[in-house]
Structures are given as structure tokens and as C-alpha cells.
């Protein structure tokens, strides 16, 4: 493998994760060499491009991912691996930025995501630790209302998989007392994401699609007919091309730039703490995240690992002490955890939009794109996945309502976007605090 360092993902390797430590043996796969033709180029080798690729390839089209680093290396390999239906923007926001019928749409596929990844996971037999079911929970009376308030919506649109719980039938799935309450969603989950990742990968491979690793696009011609994307080494000449960048496609193309902002979040992960001790913590295994503007997400890993996230980093840059940014909020969750040992802790950046809502469109008449999940993107990214496919195919139904959809840029533009971002989140915490 060429041992060049790139720009934004220094030697290529996935960073110090637990997930990169357990990992799934995977190929070590060859940079783009020469010029070379598909019907369809990808950029980028994480879940948008994966979910791309494999839908298209299961149709017999001849595709090609680049990647600048590994399979996985961005926020696809290094997520807190939680099944978590729906978007950043709610329902609510949603109907009311945009309408009724936007929101119908939306109601319609916010689920989409999490049925493709148990599909892959079951048709391609991915070994990837998949669990079930996801909680919200409530630090405050104020959030429980909003929790109410959200389930009554989503079972307006026909959405009945949510259940609320009080504090005390909260603590028969999590052994914390911080909380007031919570909504379980049955049809979310948790599971690897590197290791789904991969086993996308391999899937994609065995049925003739090529991935290019440690490949860096440098710029790409969306203007021409056929699409070029061009490498440090090579070019991929094509009829279609699709950009999978997300928070990593840095300033490759000068339209996409100033669409999101990268935004770090941290992980960290504790040493095992056995059977008795883990299942003592979540005793039903589910995923947990909190719906403030900041929030805490958790889960236990196949090895009975507790993985615990959280935080927010505007711009994309990594804290000095990821352990020290996370550990007193881990404290305040679980006190009995107090003193255990952290064996990992990494960070990542997710692309986020001003309006919370992903961002699909066309850049001339042939270069497509998606990005913009804003957290949200586990599942967002493979259903978006499947509708560039059908595009691309010659439906552009859904395509179509997602790329008519208002974007905003951030105020200020480069500059001032992250203090902005960081003013706004101020103010939001503020609000959680205060319970309001």
C-alpha cells in the first residue's frame, strides 16, 4: 500500500478506534493506477457510497469507488453504531419549514434506512454484533413532553413502533437514575459500523464492483459528458458520477464546499467489564441516546465493552483529551462506573447541514450527490443510497422531492460559521439546563 500521507487522512489508516482494534479481516485494495472507465464512479468508500454501489451493481451497472484512505475511514467506521430512524430535523420541523406533503414523504422512509442495513446484514451474512432497539431519554419533565409529542406524530404518519416509558420502566433497561423517563423505538438498533461497513464492501466486490483505496481525488470535471474524476495517479472516466465525500470532501468541489460544516463528535470505550457487570448497565441491550441539543449516546459492544459518546467540536477539529471531554458526563450516567478503565477513545467528523435536513442533488447533468446528515447518518446515508441508485436507473421520484428541497447556507459563510454554530449550541444547552 502507497505510505503517502494525505491531507486530511494523514497515513491512511483507520484511526486508534475500538472498532478499527475488532475489525473484520479485510483486503489491503490497490490505489487507482492509469485511466480507466465505468458506467458509474463513486467517491468516497463509507455508507453513501457503499449504499450506492451495492444497489447498483445489484442491478448489473459496472461501478467504481474511490477512496482516499480505507474502506470506512471517515464517519462510517468510527460512529457511535446506533440504528436510530429518522432524520436530524423532526417530523414537526420538517411540516412546518416545508409542508405537509414534504413531511408525508419524509414520514414514509424515515424507517427505510434501518430495514436496508438488517437486509444487507441477512442477505450478505455481515458479521457485525446487530441488536435491537434504540431509547431516547429524558433528563427533564419538558423533554418527556417533547418525547410525548413526538411519538403522538410519528403515529399520526402510521409509525407505531414507539413505546413510553416512566422513570421506573426506564430503569429495567438502564441502571441510571438521571433520567425522567424515555421513548424506546422497537425498530431501532445498534450494531459494528466499521465491520458493516466492510461486510458492505465485500458484498460490493463479489458482485464485480471495484473499490480503489488510498486514492484521493484531487478534482473531478462534472462539466464534461462523461464525468472525470482524477487522482494524484489516475482518472476514472464515467457516464455517471456520485459524490460520497461527506465531511471529507474538503474544497474538491467548490459548489458542495460551503453546503456543510464538519463537526467532530468523541467516542471512548471502556475495558470489558464482563457478562454480570455490562448486562447490570443496559440490562436489555438496547442503545441509549439523550435528546438534549448536546447529547450523551451509549451502548454495550459484542464484547460487553461500554461505548460512550458525546460532545461537539464545530469545524472538525479533535479535543486534546478525548477521555477527559467525556469521562464526567459517563460519571453522571453510570457513578458505579466510576475509576473503570478507558481502553479507546477517538474522534470523527459528520458533515452537518444549517437546516439539520440532508442534502441530495445534481451538479450538472450527470454528477450526483449526497451529504449533510448532521448526525443522523447510519441510516440516513443508506437510504439515500438506494434513491441515487433508483436515479441513476431512470426513476427520480424520490430523488426529485429531496433535491427540491430549500438548502440554506451557514450566516457569515466560512469565516463565521463555527463561531456561530458555537453561539447557537451555547444557547440550546442553555436551554436544556434551565429545562426549557
Known sequence: MNSTTHPYAGNGQHTGSYYAATANPAPVRAELVGDQQVDVCIVGAGYSGLSTGLHLVEKGYKVAIIEGARVGWGASGRNGGQIVNGLNASLQTIKKRYGEDTANFVAGLVQEGGQIIRERIKTYEIQCDLKDKNIFAALTKAHMNELEQRMKLWASYGIRNQQMLSKSELRQHVASDLYEGALIDHSGGHMHPLN???????????????????????????????????????????????????????????????????????????????????????????????????????????????????????????????????????????????????????????????????????????????????????????????????????????????????????????????PYSMVGSWWYGLRDKLGI
Open 196 to 418: 458493516l461497513c466492510l461486510g458492505e464492501a465485500a458484498a460490493f466486490e463479489k458482485l464485480g464492483g471495484m473499490i480503489y483505496e488510498m486514492s484521493p481525488v484531487i478534482s473531478v470535471d462534472t462539466e464534461a459528458t462523461a464525468p472525470v474524476a482524477r487522482t494524484s495517479r489516475g482518472t476514472m472516466t464515467c457516464r455517471t458520477l456520485v459524490l460520497c465525500g461527506n465531511a471529507y470532501l474538503g474544497s474538491v468541489v467548490p459548489e458542495l464546499t460551503w453546503r456543510v460544516m464538519p463537526v467532530s463528535t468523541q467516542v471512548m470505550a471502556t475495558e470489558p467489564l464482563g457478562e454480570e457487570r455490562a448486562n447490570a448497565l443496559i440490562p436489555q441491550d438496547a442503545c441509549v441516546e439523550d435528546i438534549r441539543y448536546i447529547l450523551d449516546y451509549y451502548r454495550l459492544s459484542g464484547d460487553k465493552r461500554l461505548l460512550f459518546g458525546g460532545g461537539t467540536v464545530y469545524g472538525g477539529t479533535d479535543p486534546d483529551n478525548i477521555e477527559a471531554k467525556l469521562r464526567r458526563n459517563m460519571d453522571k450516567v453510570f457513578p458505579q462506573l466510576k475509576g473503570v478503565r478507558i481502553d479507546y477513545a477517538w474522534s470523527g467528523n459528520f458533515a452537518l447541514s444549517f437546516s439539520r435536513v440532508p442534502q441530495m442533488g445534481r451538479i450538472g447533468d450527470n454528477t450526483y450527490f449526497a451529504h449533510g446528515y448532521s448526525g443522523h447518518g447510519v441510516t440516513g446515508s443508506h437510504t439515500f443510497g438506494r434513491i441515487l441508485s433508483e436515479a441513476i436507473d431512470g426513476d427520480l421520484s424520490r430523488f426529485d422531492v429531496f433535491k427540491d428541497v430549500p438548502w440554506y447556507p451557514f450566516p457569515g459563510g466560512r469565516i463565521f460559521r463555527v
